[in-house]
């Protein structure tokens, strides 16, 4: 059980064009999903907190017109890297918590999107 | 402001003990995430601490020290596979839950 996907898996795109990444949890339900961006050999970091039903929080240097993130259901979240460029190529990765329960300490990751932008 | 330090790279050989330190400074803390990541793959959950002292899973055990700002992960009997990147996380609540990941440590494991 706890199992978050995302789609794509990766993409290649071309700059000026929009990107949309979906993450869902498959067998639980996360009122609150995160995304984070990961550059190589360096650590996760949060861009955003996605909640149902409401605005995203975005952490501080992150825009949010860039990075528009919708979380329409509580299994479903999306990132649109809108109007890409080379350097929003990166590693987009999500993570949810189960919605209460015994696992609502735990982070559940996606297999993460490789993002390159020509 | 939130800071989660440890040591970039470390080795070690197969078959021994290797610990992995970790001090943050966080706001709002609530516990301490212990992740295991290889390249180019999502983490994986290892641990997870709240109160203090040490807890054991396995080949793998995580300490922590609340009042000392202070973690770490015990991996044991070191296997070539566990040649990954460790990253050490601070779980915060400032109005909401989040989790701030500091650099991570990569580990290699020599035969």
């Known amino acids: 059980g706890a199992v978050v996907s995302q789609h794509p898996s990766w993409v290649i795109c071309k700059s000026g064009t929009s990107v949309k990444i979906e993450c869902r949890s498959l067998?639980?339900?996360?009122?609150?999903m995160f995304w984070y961006r990961q550059f190589p050999k360096q650590s996760l970091m949060l861009m955003a907190t996605s909640n149902e039903g409401s605005k995203a929080t975005y952490e501080q240097g992150v825009e949010k017109d860039k990075f528009l993130i919708n979380h329409a259901s509580l299994t479903l979240s999306t990132l649109t890297v809108t109007s890409a460029h080379p350097e929003d190529s990166s590693f987009y990765i999500c993570?949810?918590?189960?919605?209460?329960?015994?696992?609502?300490?735990?982070?559940?990751f996606g297999p993460g999107t490789r993002l390159t932008v020509l | 402001g939130q800071n989660i330090d440890q040591p970039t790279e470390m080795t070690a050989t197969e078959g021994a003990i290797v610990q992995i330190n970790c001090t943050y400074q966080?706001?709002?803390?609530?516990?301490l995430f212990w992740y295991q990541q290889h390249a180019g793959e999502a983490p994986t959950f290892l641990s997870y601490?709240?109160?203090?002292g040490l807890e054991e899973k396995g080949r793998f055990s995580s300490f922590l020290s609340r009042s000392k700002g202070y973690s770490y992960l015990l991996l044991k009997e070191l296997q070539m596979k566990d040649s990954a990147s460790y990253l050490c996380?601070?779980?915060?609540?400032?109005?909401?839950?989040?989790?701030?990941f500091g650099a991570g440590t990569r580990l290699f494991v020599k035969a």
């Open positions: 601490n709240v109160l203090d």
């Open positions: 067998d639980f339900q996360a009122t609150t």
């Open positions: 993570s949810a918590s189960p919605s209460g329960g015994a696992l609502d300490n735990e982070q559940f």
């Open positions: 966080t706001s709002g803390f609530n516990g």
């Open positions: 996380a601070g779980r915060t609540y400032t109005g909401g839950f989040k989790t701030i």
